[in-house]
């Protein structure tokens, strides 16, 4: 079935810092999303994407769905405390599957 | 407010009891869908509804019964609950896209069920 893999599992950075996590799958995706959660809540949307190639934008994070459909990354820039939390991607094709996580600790 | 409405949050039970997590979303969404959350395998689909009176099984479905009678609720209903049915729960629903396809998700804020 369709599968994502989703790196890094965690990452500690300092404040200030840029963050990278990616996404990668065997299987062609029609939609990538992006989704944060914080503790004690439900994860929340951040970025869609719908196209391949697609670079999208939304404050500080950047997402690009890949050229082959298998593939998205978001990038965070100059992370703050309130980005700690769990990242999810996920990917639709006949469904929506999604990645394991990523958990993000900053350093202040 | 825009939600989807879990209840309830927090729950420990016994093995064999009978449970049933509620969801209400207030967004007319056509989809639901429901999810549990284990460490290091992200969220899994256990049911979805595409439509009132329409359900049918995600990727881990053993368990689990759905009902979907109205369009706004979709409870999770454990006949016969087991350990290894501790989680967190997430409810979610979305409008549906006009050729097929789901519009992205929004979230509860989780059931935590602790089955002892």
């Known amino acids: 079935g369709q599968q994502l893999n989703q790196s890094p599992q965690s990452m500690f950075i300092q404040e200030g810092e840029d963050v990278s996590m990616n996404c990668t799958s065997s299987s062609i995706f029609n939609t990538w999303l992006w989704y944060k959660q914080d503790p004690g809540e439900g994860p929340v949307l951040l970025i869609a994407l719908y196209k391949a190639g697609e670079l999208t934008s939304n404050g500080r994070l950047t997402a690009q769905f890949g050229i082959t459909r298998k593939d998205s990354f978001l990038n965070i820039s100059a992370s703050i405390p309130s980005d700690v939390g769990i990242y999810f991607c996920?990917?639709?094709?006949?469904?929506?599957?999604f990645g394991a996580g990523t958990i993000l600790r900053v350093k202040s | 407010e825009a939600q989807v409405t879990q209840n309830p949050r927090y729950l420990i039970t016994v093995t064999g009891k009978k449970l049933t997590v509620t969801c209400s979303q207030n967004m007319n969404h056509e989809y639901m869908s429901w999810y549990r959350q284990d460490p290091g395998l992200g969220l899994r689909q256990i049911y979805y509804s595409m439509n009132v009176e329409v359900t049918d099984k995600g990727d881990v479905p053993e368990g689990y019964k759905v009902s979907r009678k109205e369009k706004r609720n979709f409870p999770l209903i454990l006949e016969s609950p087991s350990p290894n049915q501790t989680s967190l729960y997430f409810c979610?629903?979305?409008?549906?896209w006009g050729k097929g396809g789901n519009q992205p998700q929004h979230f509860g804020d989780g059931t935590r069920l602790s089955i002892l």
């Open positions: 996920a990917g639709h094709g006949n469904k929506l599957v």
């Open positions: 979610a629903s979305s409008h549906r």
